[in-house]
C-alpha cells in the first residue's frame, strides 16, 4: 500500500516532532509513507467560522494532493473528522476522488488498532501517564466510549497505550470531558476556554500525572499554554511520541 502521511498545519508549524514521530511509529511497523510536499490546511478553521466559500478551494486542493494513495493517515482527530464528516458540502456526491479521499481516510491510533491490527508494541514509557479524549475523536469518529452514550466500544488510544511497557495510568475523574480548545473557540470566547482548561488539568493533576496524552495536538496546545503560564507540574505529549518512547526531558528541551 502507498500511505500518505497527512500532517495539520498546526502540528508542522508549532509541533513538528509529531509529525516526525508519527512517521517513525508507522515505518517501524512496515508502512511506506509518503509526504506530499504541497499539502496545506484542511480548511477546518474556515468552515468552522462559518466562511464555507474560503474553506472549499483548499478542500478541493486537499481531495486532489491525496486522491492517488491507498491511505491517508493523520496524527488529528479533528482534521481527520473534517475530511470524512465535513466535506460532503464541497464535493459532488459521485465525485470518485472525494469519495476514496473520504473513505480512506484514517486518525493514527484507528488506523494502529483497525487497519494494521496492531497489538503489540516493543517500546518502554516509565512514566504516570493521563489520557485527554479529544471531542473530535471520541463524537466523529468513536475512537472509544463517551459517557453519554451506552453503546460499547473500543478505547482505541487505551488500548495502544496499554502495549507500551512501564506506562502507569493515572486517569482523571472526568475521562472525557472538553479541554475548552474548540478551534476558533478559543478565540470567540477566551475565558470560557480558558476556564474549561483549567479545570480539565486540575482533574489530571488530582491524579499524580506526569503526562497528559491525546491523539489531538490542538487539546494539548491550549492545555500546554496554560500549565506553563501556571507552572504546573505536568507535560504534554502526543500519542505518537509515547509509541515511539520519547524521553520527556529530551522532548521539554526541543519545545
Known sequence: MSVALFVPCYVDQFYPDVAIATLELLERL????VFPQGQTCCGQP?????CTEDARPVAKRNVAMFADYDAVVCPSGSCTSMVRNHYDQFFDSGDTAFQHVKSRTFELCEYLYDVLEVRKLDVRFPHRVSLHQSCHGLREL????SSEVMTPRVDKMRSLLDM?????????TRVDECCGFGGTFAVDEAELSASMGRDRIADHLSTGSE???????????????????EKNPTQVMHIAQVLVGRPIKELAKTE
Not at 512496515?30 to 509513507?33: F, S, T, Y
Not at 474556515?46 to 462559518?50: D, E, K, L, P, R
Not at 497528559?212 to 494539548?220: E, G, H, K, N, T
Open 30 to 33: 512496515g508502512v511506506d509513507v
Open 211 to 229: 503526562v497528559i496524552v491525546s491523539a489531538d495536538m490542538s487539546c494539548l496546545m491550549h492545555m500546554q499554554g496554560l500549565i506553563r503560564r
Open 142 to 145: 468513536r475512537l472509544g466510549p
Open 164 to 172: 507500551v511497557a512501564d506506562l502507569e495510568w493515572s486517569l482523571p
Open 46 to 50: 474556515m468552515a468552522n467560522t462559518g
